[in-house]
């Protein structure tokens, strides 16, 4: 009998690395052996992919069928290799040329009457495809607007098994991607809504032109929500790779928008005080899935009532605004997801949180202790902080207009190029990015300007982390 082999990826976080899967037909008793540690759903293909080429008019080889997917030492997950194991099987059996599996990656889950079925992660494993030099991808149909995403591939649409094994004999073509749908996104709330707040405005404003973490204080109703969702508006769109990047995040979590793959929207996300580890940073059973702080990349995560969230989880914030990125380690093994986002925390002074602070009936300790729940090593990381006043008038003739989220968003923008121009021989593109020992030695402040930051380091009011975030802002708004 026949050796065949095809090409399918293997998917840990948003990296994919390219799997050989070799079929062999050989003699023994009839039965199929699958090696190359999978993981319990691929273990269960063999059911799956027996009875996709039976129901499709296919004979199944009654010999001992050997299916080894290398490295053999990398650990393997999920159904997308269904497609790829059957059209290996096949081939050795000389059904269908293998000629054109030689280029090919296939992926794809079976159903039992030979359907192609969509995976999570498509965009990803074309991704890996694509660094490997592969040269073909066979998807799902249903994804091919995901897939044609990714430049410098040919991507090619399956309906059915039948249709993958007539294009491999040369007897009919695969759909081909249409043209690539970019998200048109929702226009943004109005920041002209936001009644007074001079101090907490021109927060947002630094905050959204250097991309600076923001801690927002004040009395329940006198717009932190309302702020916190229009800094969005004032964000300048993702360029093309970090839209690529997001979409591949939501390709693995199976979040990507209805609309289209892309989207050059900054996400919002706002997680509830009750999610739990594994929904704000990552995990889950088997390998880790993307978590609020991943899904938030390149954009805005929102946690309204900061205090109210359990330590862990906020503490478990800080590497990621550290590194911008997540590792989550598993006994299935680590994955890693992209995390650079802004935080935006709200938070009231006080439990009982009243329309106004003279009204507050918590003893000094009881304000203590709620604030304190945002530890010091977390309000370490955040640049910027902000107090709301009540609203003391809402009639027209006392409210003068406010800036509109278009006036607001030029200077942002015209901020955000000159940050870019100034990193633009390093390759970052806003101040957060900047590393503390550069920003000293590459933006220098007169001595009388940087000495109130020199006499709270002495007398350890402000770390010095504290002092290079001084210094992200001083370069944001110069």
């Not at 000389?94 to 990656?105: D, F, Q």
Request: net charge neutral; glycine share 8%.
């Amino acid at each position: 009998m026949r050796l065949a082999r095809a090409w399918s990826v293997a998917l840990y976080g948003v990296d994919g690395q390219l799997v050989e899967i070799e079929a062999d037909i050989g003699i023994g008793l009839p039965g199929v052996h699958l090696v190359g540690l999978p993981d319990a759903a691929l273990h269960e293909s063999k059911d799956r992919v027996r009875a996709a080429v039976v129901n499709s008019g296919w004979d199944w080889p009654n010999r001992r069928i050997t299916l080894a997917l290398s490295p053999a030492t990398l650990r393997k997950a999920g159904s997308g290799f269904d497609l790829a194991l059957a059209c290996a099987v096949l081939a050795a059996a000389g059904a269908v040329p293998g000629s054109r599996l030689e280029n090919t990656v296939l992926i794809g889950e079976l159903a039992l009457d030979g359907r192609v079925r969509p995976v999570r992660g498509v965009l990803p494993c074309l991704l890996a495809a694509r660094r490997s030099g592969s040269r073909t991808v066979v998807v799902p149909s249903e994804t091919l607007s995901e897939a044609a995403v990714v430049e410098g591939l040919e991507v090619l649409g399956a309906n059915c098994l039948n249709e993958v094994l007539s294009w491999l004999a040369g007897e009919g073509p695969l759909a081909a991607p249409g043209p690539v749908d970019v998200e048109l996104p929702p226009p943004p709330p109005e920041l002209a809504d936001v009644v007074g707040q001079p101090d907490a405005r021109q927060a947002l404003e630094v905050a959204a032109a250097g991309g600076h973490h923001l801690l927002l204080i004040g009395p329940p109703g006198t717009g932190k929500t309302m702020l916190a969702q229009r800094l969005i508006g004032l964000l300048p769109a993702l360029h093309p790779d970090e839209a690529l990047q997001l979409a591949a995040i939501r390709s693995v979590a199976g979040r990507l928008p209805p609309t289209g793959p892309l989207s050059m929207a900054p996400p919002f996300v706002a997680p509830h005080h009750s999610s739990s580890v594994a929904a704000l940073v990552g995990g889950g059973s088997g390998l880790a899935k993307p978590g609020a702080v991943s899904l938030a990349h390149r954009g805005v995560l929102f946690m309204d009532e900061a205090p109210e969230f359990a330590p862990h989880l906020l503490e478990s914030l800080r590497t990621p605004l550290e590194e911008g990125e997540v590792r989550v380690a598993r006994a299935d093994g680590s994955v890693r997801y992209p995390s650079r986002f802004q935080l935006v925390m709200a938070a009231n002074p006080c439990p009982c949180a009243p329309a106004h602070d003279r009204d507050c009936i918590c003893p000094s300790s009881a304000r203590r202790r709620y604030l304190g729940r945002l530890s010091g090593p977390l309000l370490d990381r955040v640049d910027l902080r902000a107090a709301l006043e009540p609203v003391v008038a809402l009639s027209a003739a006392d409210v003068r207009p406010e800036e509109s989220t278009e006036t607001v968003r030029a200077r942002v923008l015209i901020a955000r190029v000159a940050a870019a121009a100034r990193w633009a021989d390093l390759g970052w593109r806003s101040n957060v990015e900047v590393p503390g020992p550069v920003l000293r030695s590459r933006f220098r402040l007169p001595r009388s300007v940087v000495r109130p930051l020199d006499d709270a380091l002495r007398r350890g009011e402000i770390t010095a982390r504290g002092a290079d975030r001084a210094l992200r802002v001083t370069s944001a708004v110069r």
